[in-house]
């Protein structure tokens, strides 16, 4: 007998939601119309924990023919409004509809049954518009934007393009990377591009911090980097919407470009390429550049607010004018106060109020960065709230050639090198502050990040005026003693980091110098009753015994020069100079003496082999030799940044003893009058 239809009576609350649940996760499209008849509420009956209907999970679930017929079973007349068919995030089907292009006809649909849809709000203050945008679906955008513009007033638009916490379809199309996207808002709104969200920034100030939108191709791989070359510019002819699963040759070719990474490389150079056509429509408009703070020339007097926190801005040279920037208040005419309260965006959380300058400037987006002051030459000279000039702000955060860019220029490199900032800071003091942003994962040691932070110190003090290197700024702190004071912590890292590694590095020096010292009285093929080597007339005797004199002696050089850095007193200025020298030099002698081994033990195999010994001895002697190779590989990383350390050391010593030779772009101040003073310990 065949089973029969189910029906209300037959099947409790719990069942139906069983029944209709699987039968979506499923995709079987029949059983749910059949289950919707049923259902009290039709496909409007809730299914899921979270107050989703069976319409909510049709949509969400991108089931295109599904969702139609559920949507024609709706009467044209509902009970109640579509507007009030939520779940419990508040999405109406109109919401779960916009996050997909594959859903546009459905969409559709929903907006000839109730065109209130297009109005309604989720508990985060998003219209359907703006989930669109969030999820960077173009398609459902132009359509639900074409409804928008037909009848809405300045107050309507604002109402659909900004959410709760004062975030534009603009700002969140940026946010989420849908560059494509924000370049289309951007052409038909231009207005938007000047709008702030609830942290005050605008689309072009969140670019600037988003380095990975302009990231080239320099963490490729060969490979990766010949296949993003040869990929153009424009989307590719496999698009990536959701419209259809496709033919079966269609999938095949998805899978072919996946599995040679060109689909993945792609979508990364065309949202690359995106960003950059983004950018500079941007900053065309940007103008923020402008609204710099006022300065001042504070010549060696206290300010009311000095008198009042008793902090001075006094030169140790009397007379010299330094540059003041006062911005604890703001023009009343010019600018918002930062304590006003305004609700922050939820998707970044953070408050900036620095230029799109400055924060291309602090994320190292150096393409950014010229591109703007391309547009704006002037934008330069530009001055922040706390008084820094691009150049603090580049030597804050570490970023050298953005640095080096912007001194080619002679004339602007003398006004913007001599420049303090708000608290009296110069462009030394901002060395000695603890270096700001992410930094970069490479293998150095705490020694080498030490030494790095000491070259930024003497190649900015090499830049300018001698009378500034003994600069107080508000504080009574030299660049000096701001320095040795934030890096001493850092400093005792590195000096225990450097007995460490000068302590282990002794120990395998020592044990290559015996093992040297004793192939040289068992030497290959032994030795006759008068103490002859047997193969002393073999061409490869001279061989191994002057690799293995060469590597004992690098050996003990090598433990000398570790003994030399352990003895060291570890002052603060050594980690410039001397110790990172006497470090690469003995890792040298180190590499040198099992480079030496190393042809020791080749000549000895040689030498067996010819005299026809057992392979056994022959494969026991090359295994014992594994650990040597693995030792070289491991220190290597090390080794390279430290003779990649050695090139900046050259051209100091270069630069000291021929100070005329300098290039005058690059170190365009007079260096006659460095000071020769050192850095001394707090």
Known sequence: MAASSPSPASMSGHELNRCLFNALKNGNTQQVIQLCKIAPQGPLHVTSIHKDTVLHLACYSKQKDLAIQLVRMLPNT???????????????LLHETATSDRMEDVATLLLAKNSELLSAKNVQGETPLFRAARFGKIRQFKLLAREVDKDN???????QFFSDDQTSILHIAVITEHFDLALLIVRTYPVLIDMKDGNSMTALQHLACNPSAFAGTSELGLFKKLIYYCIPDKKGTVEEDDDTKGTDTKRYVKWLLKLLMWEELRRE????TSAWELAKVLIEKDTSWEATERTALNKGKKTDQEKTDGSSGLLLKTGREGLFIDCKKLDENQGQCLDEKMPKTSMTGIRRDETPLFLATSWRIKKLVVEILNHYPQAVEHVDKKGRNILHVAIQYRQLEIFEMVIENGMLARRLLRATDAKGNSLLHMVGKNRKGPKMETSEGPALDLRDQLVWFEKIKDLVKSDFVHLFNHKIQTAEYLFAKNYSKLHEESRKWLEETSKNCTIV??????VAFTAAYTVPGGNQTNGKPVLLSRPFFVVFT??????????????????SILTSPFRLQDFRDSLPQKLTRALTYLILSVA???VAFAATIILIIHNKQSWTEIALSSAVFVPVLFFAYSYSPLYAQLVKAGSYLSDL???RIYPGGQNPNQYPLDRSQRSGCQITEV
């Open 78 to 92: 509902p009970n109640r409004s579509l507007t009030k068919v939520i779940n419990d995030v508040g999405n109406t």
């Open 153 to 159: 007033d300045a107050e309507g638009w604002k109402y």
């Open 269 to 272: 150079k065309y949202k690359h």
């Open 509 to 514: 020096a020592v044990l290559i110098a015996t």
């Open 546 to 563: 002057l690799a293995d004199v060469i590597s004992l002696s690098l050996a003990l050089m090598s433990v000398v020069s570790f003994l």
């Open 596 to 598: 030496m081994m190393m």
């Open 653 to 655: 010593i270069v630069k």
